[in-house]
């Protein structure tokens, strides 16, 4: 919006050309969000104290969780307030994959929404059943997903981590079923960190970043070809986008460090979820998503192989599930954990980037 507008000035003073860089806008975009989300925040913290929206804990959570009954919930609505003003503000609002971003940060953030509400409602973390979460997950997904390979004719070559001469053709009828399982199971797995005060805002950072890299070298024609990367028109300005969700949730992690002042909820993790993996599809890294967020997967995959493990032998892998848990009860403290996971998920971005070249 304010990108267009100020834009055309360019014709009368030189010095608004500097706005057709993704690189500048990226750099104003994030300090929007990030002024916007800490200014925010403690007018948010507050209306939510005084209507007494607090987070519910399940009674089968460490004991040590329980002191965070009551602490205000649903800060993801912060998160995604300052990301889209910001976008909505300096992104070019003529391109279709920005509109998609925005559609599945909004629309998966809905849901979780709904489900925090219910929560409230309810008590003791009964929101919305399992089932009808994922059908609502895999039909904004899939809606998404029709658009862009159907109606968009988006490339369907799919990116293969480290070999760059790798490139199968799932056509649209198979990418589709892989774009859903992309955004559905990231929105999950970014869920199931958000356990600890400040630990999956961590990752979620760290993601954000990686992908504004391969989202502003996909769109540059230059950097692209020398790489060897598909190139997609136009998804730099994706970028944009990546650099407001990456300072919103750095200004975000001001009230959820430890001891959290606010907790992103449902609204906040599935939303996040989604975008991360929108921006993965959009890039033409969706397979590399398994290793810039490596800490998500290892989480989720740490849920998957006590469930079904216990379901075959009644006995569990780990003390409990998702990780995280697992190490408070061997008496790691919960600051020591989130900083350590932090690390790991650095690691894993790096190890992601390094993907440009190691092929």
């Known amino acids: 919006m304010l990108y267009l507008l100020l834009y055309q000035l360019h014709r009368v003073h030189p010095a608004f ?7 500048f806008r990226s750099v104003l975009a994030g300090l929007a969000a990030l002024a916007l989300s800490l200014a925010l925040g403690p007018l948010l913290i507050e209306r939510f104290r005084s209507a007494r929206i607090g987070q519910t804990i399940r ?26 003003a910001a976008t909505l503000l300096l992104a070019n609002l003529t391109n279709a994959y920005v509109w998609l971003a925005i559609f599945v940060t909004v629309s998966f953030g809905a849901v979780g929404f709904a489900d925090d509400y219910l929560k409230l ?14 059908v609502m997950l895999f039909s904004l997904a899939f809606a998404a997903a029709l658009f ?11 990116t293969v981590p480290f070999f760059k001469n790798i490139h199968p053709d ?32 961590g990752p979620v950072m760290t993601t954000a970043f990686t992908y504004w890299v391969f989202s502003y070298v996909a769109g540059n024609l230059k950097f692209a070809t020398y ?21 919103s949730s750095l200004g975000f992690l001001w009230y959820n460090a430890y001891p959290a002042s606010m907790i992103m909820g449902d609204v906040g993790a599935l ?32 849920v998957i192989i006590q469930r079904y493990y216990y379901k075959m032998t009644h006995r569990r892998v780990f003390r409990m ?39």
């Open 227 to 247: 790489l060897q990367i598909p190139h997609v028109t136009g998804v730099g300005e994706v970028a944009i986008f990546c650099a407001a969700l990456i300072a």
């Open 59 to 84: 009674d089968e959570v460490p004991e040590s969780h329980q002191k965070k009954a009551g602490t205000p919930t649903m800060g993801g609505l912060l998160i995604l307030a300052a990301t889209l």
């Open 321 to 359: 599930a998702p990780l995280h848990h697992h190490y408070e009860l061997k008496g790691w403290p919960e600051t020591i954990v989130v900083v350590r996971f932090w690390i790991v998920s650095i690691v894993c971005a790096l190890v992601a980037l390094s993907t440009l070249k190691l092929r």
């Open 17 to 23: 050309n500097v706005l057709r860089y993704e690189t």
């Open 170 to 201: 799932l056509r649209w009828w198979g990418y589709i079923p892989l774009a859903m399982v992309v955004l559905v199971g990231c929105s999950n797995a970014v869920n199931l960190t958000d356990g600890l005060d400040g630990l999956a805002i």
């Open 271 to 302: 939303s996040l979820g989604g975008a991360l993996g929108m921006v993965a599809i959009l890039a033409k890294q969706e397979l590399a998503l398994v290793i810039a967020g490596g800490v998500f997967v290892i989480e989720a995959v740490s």
């Open 148 to 158: 862009l390979f159907a109606g968009l004719r988006f490339d369907t070559h799919l």
């Open 121 to 134: 409602r309810r008590g003791k973390g009964l929101g919305l059943s399992g089932p009808a979460k994922l």
